[in-house]
């Protein structure tokens, strides 16, 4: 079974979002604050990281350090993230790519 960890400070958005998985068979927890998340991926086996920014406001800092401490390790988790606003341009996607993770948009 799939460990996933859902960093979203929007509590009803994470519930929803951690319903969804369950049916899945996953074992999901979820997690509002960033550094509380990391140190829950380094220190318990966490296989999925699923990253919700809660603005486009300083989301790519908040990704970059996340990967940049969890790559650290040899065995880190994939890192999922989902972006709650409207996609402008492909640039959001790129960014992802360039640090070697998946970046959706939900709308």
Same mark, same amino acid.
């Given at each position: *079974? %799939?460990?996933? +960890? #859902?960093?979203?400070?929007?509590?009803?958005?994470?519930?929803? +979002?951690? @319903?969804?998985?369950?049916? *899945?068979?996953?074992? #999901?927890?979820?997690?509002?604050?960033?550094?509380? /998340?990391?140190?829950? @991926? +380094?220190?318990?086996?966490?296989?999925?990281? #699923?990253?919700?920014?809660?603005?486009?406001?300083?989301?790519?800092?908040?990704?970059?350090?996340?990967?940049?401490?969890?790559?650290?390790?040899?065995?880190?988790? /994939?890192?999922? @993230?989902? +972006?709650?606003?409207?996609?402008?341009?492909?640039?959001?996607?790129?960014?992802? %790519?360039?640090?070697? #993770?998946?970046?959706?948009?939900?709308?």
């Amino acid at each position: *079974m %799939d460990r996933i +960890l #859902i960093l979203d400070n929007d509590a009803a958005h994470a519930d929803a +979002l951690a @319903c969804a998985l369950r049916r *899945m068979d996953r074992s #999901i927890e979820t997690c509002a604050d960033t550094r509380l /998340a990391i140190a829950k @991926c +380094l220190t318990e086996a966490t296989d999925v990281l #699923i990253v919700v920014p809660a603005s486009p406001h300083g989301w790519k800092e908040q990704l970059s350090t996340a990967c940049a401490t969890l790559k650290s390790r040899v065995d880190h988790p /994939a890192v999922l @993230c989902i +972006l709650r606003w409207k996609a402008q341009d492909s640039t959001d996607r790129l960014f992802g %790519d360039a640090l070697g #993770i998946e970046v959706q948009h939900e709308r």
